[in-house]
Structures are given as structure tokens and as C-alpha cells.
């Protein structure tokens, strides 16, 4: 007979998974009157019975993050590419310090972590191959014919491309994490009435590429700490840092001020967001729906994270290093995209029935658009070969 360890007692061994009624119990006792229950989800396209341990937001969160979409993030440029080296961050990267911040900034709120979370994991999934350069050349290919958009192919992606279950097409997620997303296709839904949730994750992308843009681009040499000094945000986190250390070496220096930014950011956001929860009276969804965005920062960090967008796009996203990537990207999808044209029916069941739905252009962009940065550089250099695997 198994004994129990003798220095643990008997009540405190494994009691088992919860059910999925305490589960959504907890959710109900944690959770502010203004957050989405899971309770109350609206549900699935494709009806499905619940999961005995999880909720339909931590099972949309797992489905997203088994997806293949999912791992190809790791491939995908964010900024910068792979041949400026290793250490800046990928679409993979980004989409988890996303996750991050918004979790802290929900459980802060006690708003619902696991939708904010599925939210955060699908929020960048469409990116196509190097990053906004891709995105832009794809919307020229289609011209009149289609459209493409990065928030709208993720979309596409869990509700038709990814093939991981017998029963329905896509992932069947919950309406709120497919509504939340359908928001950032249409950003007046993300101004006002949107529920908390996707605010918090509109924000914490928001917050987490501003900061880590500026920081790759610090480690890979295309700015030095004194270019950055001249705006307010990041001369008031040095501040801070000097005022609680000495640290000479540099580079300890840059990731303690990209902390203290993160977290002066994030500070502001919750303090301007309870303000506003307070000033509105906010108790329940329906306030939510019915007012416009509350999850915001300060007037005046607001204007200080602009002008900080405004410095990183005219050194950083217009540098000349980048400005070539993007040429050689744009010029390498459009090639592709006459190439793969010409073939469409060459490229697997699923892009054809998209073809058939959508018409070839829509098809060929959709297909581009899954590819990692390798697998384009190998199909425009071996225009005959179909890197994508079969779905
Ligand atoms: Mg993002």
C-alpha cells in the first residue's frame, strides 16, 4: 500500500483538478463587475461541450498557442531582420511581452487574464514576412483586386486557414477573442465600447513596441543614449534610474531605463484608466459598451509616448538599413506573388478553395502572407517550390 510522505499531511496532498464550475466561481469572486466572465461568453461558432478543467478563454489561449500560425511568429520579423543578428525581438517575442504587460495590466484592473491573453497571442498572427514591409507590398500586389491587412488575415488564419480539427475549419475561438481582433480591423470599435480586455491589449502592444523598439535599436547601434535624451519619457526614466543608481556600464544602464519606461507607462495607464473607471461610474459590461475608451494614459504621457512614435519612426523605422530591407522584402514579394499566380492550383486544397471563394490574387496574398522570412527568401530564389506545408 502507498503510504503518504510522512512530513506532508494527508489534507494537503493533490486535490485535483478543479472543475470547471469553481473555475468560472473564482472567476466570478476575482474578477470587477466591468470584466468579461467567461460565464457570460457568447460562445462558439461551432457549438462545442465545455472543457471538464478549462474555460473557453484559457482553451481559445491553448488553441491559439498549438496553432501552426503561432509558432511561425518565431520567423517573422518584428523591426528588424534576422541578418542584423539574434537578439532583438522577433514577432514571437513581441507577441509574449504583449502578453506580458497586458496580464500585469489585467490583474491590476481584475479584469479576465485568459481572454486578455488569448487576445495578446492572436493580436499579431497575420503578419506576413518581414513585417509592415510585407504588408505594404502585398496591399500594392492586389491593388483593385483584393485587400490585404495583417489584423484581418489573423482572422482569416484561425477562422479558416489553420486545419488542426476534424469538425470545423480554423480554431472555433470564443466571439470575444474573434470580436476583438475584428476591432483592431475597424479601430472606431476599439474607440469606443470595446470591452476592457482588448483596451488593455491594444495598449500593452502599444507600450511594449515603443519601449523595445527603441531598445533594439540602442542595442544595434542605429541609436545612441543621447539621440533619445532629447524626449521627455525617456530623459524623465533616466531620471529615475539615476536618481535610485550609479550603473557606468552602459548597456546595464539602457535596460534599466527601458524598465523604468515600461513601467512609468504602465504606472500612468492604470492610474488614467481607475480615474476614468471612477469618474464614469463604471459597474458593469453594459457601461463599458456604452462609453467611450476608457483603458488610456494621461494626457500628458500620451503626448510624450507620440512624440517618442514620432522619434522612432523618423530615425528608426526610416533608417536607411531598414529603408533597404524593406525595398529588397517589397521586391521579393512582388516577384514571388506574379510567380505563384501563375500556379495557384499548385498550392495545396485550402488556398484553392480560397481561390474558388476569394479569387486567385486574395489566394496567392493569403498564402504569402503564412510564409516565414526563410521561406520567402527560399522561394525567390526557387520560384518552382512550395515552402508552405500542407495544411
Ligand atoms: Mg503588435
Redo the contacts with the bound molecule.
Sequence with gaps: MTRPCRDIPAEATAPGPPTLQELLQREAQWLAPYAMPARKSRGRRYAEPEHPYRTPYQRDRDRITHSAAYRRLSYKTQVFTGEMGQLHRTRLT??LE?ASIARTLGRALRLNEDLIEALALV??LGHPPFGHAGEQALQQCLGEQGSFSHNQHALTLVEHLEHRYAEFPGLNLTWEVLQGQQAKVQPEQLARGALLEVQVVDAA?NI??DTHDADDALTLGLLGLEDLTQLDLWHHAQAAVRRRWTIPDKRLFQRAVVRQLIDTLVGDLLRTTWQNLRRHEVRSLEDVARLKRLVCHSDEVAQQQQALERFLFQRVYRHPLLLRMRSRACEMIRHCYEQLLARVEELGEVFCRRAQQHGPAQAVAEYLACLTDEELLQLAQNPRSNPLPPR
Design positions: 513581441h507577441t504583449v493580436h499579431d502592444d511594449a513596441y
